[in-house]
């Protein structure tokens, strides 16, 4: 199950600058690793000490772990060429995967994902999402992928303007929908979230995002909506987000309540 988690304590013997995390992946009870924002890796053993630090040319958008390999999906692409990475437990590149390069380069390289969930590892091997784009893909076979097409989605018209300032690309970036990230419900379930222009919120009160749930075997057809819950993980069936936070004993209020929601195939799925 992978935890997300914006404190991560670590034992001295790690890299001055890893201490705050993006996504510790426990799925390995051998070891398991921690993205930082500045895309630098670091592996660990299970019970804590450092193995190997890495920090990929590209810096990383996201990774995750299938087995024993860890894919990662770089920060900063090529407008020629872009790859997914693939490494060893300790940290050494041991191949990559070609991906197409985004439609959207600017948008791409100027609006962030959710940190660390960029891409994300299931049975049938990793997927991966650009801004942008109406769905996750898969790093393997994309020709063979058939996307979930959910109604919120309006396409992009086109690329963000060159040479607009922060103001200026936050309010391009903004106009449509967007997503955002991947997360695993199961081995073959994905769920994508998607940013939502206010206009479009403004329709269904009380919502925050859109969510799409879709098999990616096939099993059942996507779902989708609008929804009030912010998505911080999922693993084994559940769907992981934050509540309120609580009334601490020393009066301040802090540490918001992790609120869990179980994935309930529908009736007619066909696993």
Not at 58 to 78: E, F, I, N, R, W
Not at 85 to 97: F, K, N, P, Q
Not at 110 to 131: N, T
Request: proline letters at 9%.
């Amino acid at each position: 199950m992978g935890i997300i988690s914006e404190r991560w304590i670590l034992p001295p013997a790690c890299p001055k600058g890893a201490g705050r995390s993006l996504v510790p992946d426990l799925s390995h009870r051998s070891a398991s690793y921690s993205l930082g924002f500045s895309g630098q890796m670091v592996m660990f053993t299970a019970e804590g000490a450092c193995v190997a630090v890495h920090v990929p040319q590209q810096g990383a958008k996201g990774a995750c772990a299938s087995g024993d390999t860890l894919h990662v999906l770089p920060y900063l692409m090529s407008l020629r060429k872009h790859s997914t990475t693939a490494y060893s437990m300790d940290l050494h590149e041991i191949g990559s995967a070609r991906i197409p390069v985004p439609k959207h380069p600017i948008l791409y390289n100027s609006s962030g994902s959710m940190p660390g969930r960029a891409i994300e590892c299931f049975g049938d091997g990793p997927y991966y999402v650009f801004a942008g784009r109406i769905d996750a893909v898969q790093v393997r076979t994309p020709g063979d992928f058939t996307p979930a097409h959910p109604p919120f989605f309006v396409k992009r018209a086109e690329d963000l303007p060159g040479g607009a300032g922060s103001a200026g690309l936050l309010e391009s970036v903004m106009k449509y929908p967007m997503n955002f990230g991947v997360f695993k419900i199961d081995r073959q379930t994905r769920l994508v979230a998607y940013w939502i222009p206010r206009e479009q919120l403004a329709a269904t009160p009380g919502t925050r995002l859109g969510f799409v749930v879709a098999s990616n075997i096939g099993a059942f057809a996507a779902r989708s909506t609008m929804s009030p819950i912010d998505p911080v993980g999922a693993a084994d069936e559940y769907i992981y987000g934050y509540g309120d936070n609580e009334q601490m004993p020393d009066g301040e209020v802090a540490n918001p309540v992790l609120l869990r929601y179980k994935f309930i195939p529908p009736s007619d799925a066909s696993f």
